[in-house]
């Protein structure tokens, strides 16, 4: 079992920045493949990046370029940086941990444990 506590949402202006973290407990972190997802107003949860142990990454099409996926497993976390915001990033943001470290996993159900959630507004 592992939790998941993500932060660093909050409100940001078009073309700006913001950084989330999420915070891993329970079993050995590095033992998961790890993957953002986001869930505007009104829409499915969906995918947005991933990052196997071995820091292989995956990125949705409309976030690539603009968002970077990384882990540090001494300090189990993962971030996720996201530059060159939009109003359309605008989305409740969650980490997610795939029991399976090796796969490229981007449907919900590949993965087991969730986190809570946090709020990014990205203003025009």
């Known amino acids: 079992q592992v939790q998941l506590v993500e932060s660093g949402g909050g409100l940001v202006q078009a073309g700006g920045s913001l950084r989330l973290s999420c915070a891993a407990s329970?079993?050995?972190?590095?033992?998961?493949?790890m993957g953002w997802f986001r869930q505007a107003p009104g829409k499915e949860r969906e995918f947005a990046a991933r990052?196997?142990?071995?820091?292989?990454?995956y990125y949705a099409d409309s976030v690539k370029g603009r968002f970077t996926i990384s882990r540090d497993n001494a300090k189990n976390t993962m971030y996720l940086q996201m530059n060159s915001l939009k109003p359309e990033d605008t989305a409740v943001y969650y980490c997610?941990?795939?029991?399976?470290?090796?796969?490229?996993?981007?449907?919900?159900?590949?993965?087991?444990?969730w986190g809570q959630g946090t709020q990014v507004t990205v203003s025009s």
């Open positions: 990052i196997n142990w071995n820091s292989d990454t």
């Open positions: 329970g079993r050995t972190f590095s033992s998961y493949g």
């Open positions: 997610a941990a795939d029991r399976d470290p090796y796969a490229g996993g981007r449907r919900r159900d590949d993965y087991a444990y």
